[in-house]
Each structure stands twice: as structure tokens, then as C-alpha cells.
């Protein structure tokens, strides 16, 4: 369900922003993403949304410059999805909506994030509190004790192991 159209007279950067990622799913699609996912069927399987909603996301993703397509497959032909410098710009976003949920909403904690190199878990802010400022390709994560150890879909087992955002799954769901 699209923002209702008067919200394009905000001019407040938020509601700019939102209307590119305000959608239901929308941020969801994109943190798959950063756990490197790229497939639509494999979005499809590891979020459990609807066809008709992943393919309108995607499209709405790929319009604003959030993820770019590359074809991976000719024939029959396949793209994926993969972040672009202004989609990775969003993850202290969908890092700091995870803190929050956290702190302010009730439930088992899924991940935490380190920082590869030292493995000091990230600060409030995505920092690492011992060497600062990490850059995304360089954090790691790591299950929580909420994750189901035996879940049905090959996606979630693949994130069964500590892992670098960014990183294509593709090797673990061959
Ligand atoms: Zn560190």
C-alpha cells in the first residue's frame, strides 16, 4: 500500500526517504540484502511474501537506485539484485531500527554484529568500540540464541553461521 499521495508535499527529508522505503517489506528486502541475499527466489523463501509484492519491491528498489540487476543466467534469463553504493548507505538504518527493536519490542535476538577484523561486537551507533568507524563489507554476522537451529528454508540455514554483510549467498545455497 503506497503512502497516500499528499505525503509528497512534505518536503522534511524523512518523508522523502520514506517514500522509497516507507513500503511494507521494503526495508525487510533490503536486509536480506545486506545478509546477501540476491535471488528473487531466494527473497521469496526467506521472507515468505507474497510473488506479486517481492517483484513490485524490487522494481520500486532497483527504479530508486537502491539495488542494481545483473543478469546472472542467458537462458532462461535470471537476474539478481545487489546493493549499490546508495542502497549500503542505508545499514546504519536498518542497524539502528534492529537496536531499537531490541530495546523497545519484545523478542528473541535473531543476530548480533562484530566487527570481522577484532570481533568486538558493534556499539549503539554500528561503531566498533575499539578501532571506530567499520565499513560494512567489514562486519560480520553472527546468530543469536532466538535463531531456530533447524529452520525449513535453505536461505535462513545458510545464515546459520557467522558470515560478512554483503557477502553473496550463493556459494553455501548451491
Ligand atoms: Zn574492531
Known amino acids: 500500500m503506497p503512502l497516500g499521495k499528499d505525503y509528497a508535499a512534505q518536503e522534511c527529508s524523512i518523508a522523502r526517504a520514506l517514500e522509497i522505503v516507507g513500503e511494507r517489506w ?11 541475499v540476491r535471488r528473487y527466489k531466494d527473497f521469496l523463501v526467506h521472507l515468505g511474501i507474497p510473488r506479486a509484492v517481492l517483484a513490485a519491491r524490487l522494481q520500486t528498489l ?7 540487476k545483473r543478469r546472472y543466467q542467458q537462458s532462461p534469463p535470471r537476474d539478481e539484485y545487489v ?16 537496536v531499537w527493536g531490541n530495546a523497545h519490542v519484545p523478542g528473541p535476538e535473531l543476530r ?17 568500540p575499539a578501532c571506530g568507524v567499520v565499513p560494512v563489507p567489514e562486519i560480520e554476522m553472527v546468530p543469536g ?28 545455497l548451491a
Open 83 to 98: 546493493l549499490t553504493d546508495r542502497g549500503v548507505q542505508l545499514w546504519p538504518t536498518v542497524r539502528s531500527l534492529g
Open 62 to 68: 532497483t527504479d530508486a537506485g537502491i539495488l542494481e
Open 145 to 172: 540464541p532466538g535463531l531456530d537451529p533447524d529452520p525449513a528454508d535453505a536461505v535462513s540455514r545458510a545464515l546459520l553461521t557467522p558470515k560478512r554483510l554483503l557477502q553473496p549467498l550463493q556459494a553455501e
Open 26 to 36: 521494503t526495508l525487510l528486502v533490503i536486509r536480506d540484502a545486506f545478509y546477501g
Open 112 to 128: 548480533t554484529f562484530r566487527h570481522a577484523a577484532c570481533g568486538t561486537g558493534l556499539g549503539p551507533y554500528g561503531e566498533c
